[in-house]
């Protein structure tokens, strides 16, 4: 075996070394958009339940009554949705962003050039989008606990 051999052999196995925190940074990703798709599960599957309810009036006076009822309701699911949908989207632009500084580090050892600054850039997005996302989770666990607590004050009145 000659030395550039196992000097190769050796920069592959520090790139892998260097690329095991992103890889587990993108498990924590996937995480939480599993966790982020389940919410949004459950917001379609109420909407779906109003949906359903609201057409399965008999007459149209009926169906105007539901509607009336159920607005604010969807209007707020709706809203919720949207809220869940952008966190995803930032979730998986994250994961997306932390896959190709992988690439990136391998490709620039492999046909050696160097661009840290645009691997640093890639990671630097990738955060700002994993922050955006968090922070839509949080105003979507804020949504929610606060129907909730206004749902609890108007069954105490």
Known sequence: ????HINNVNTVAQLIQLAVAPVFLLAGVAGLLNVFTGRLSRIIDKLEKIDNFISNQKTKEDEKKAIEKYKDRRRFLTMRMQNINYSIFFGTSTGLLIA???VTMFLSALFKFEDSLFIASLFIIAMLSFILSLILFLREIYY???FINKKKTTLKK
Request: hydrophobic content about 50%; aromatic content about 0%.
């Open 1 to 4: 075996m000659s030395m550039e």
């Open 100 to 102: 190709m500084v992988i």
């Open 144 to 146: 929610t606990t606060s």
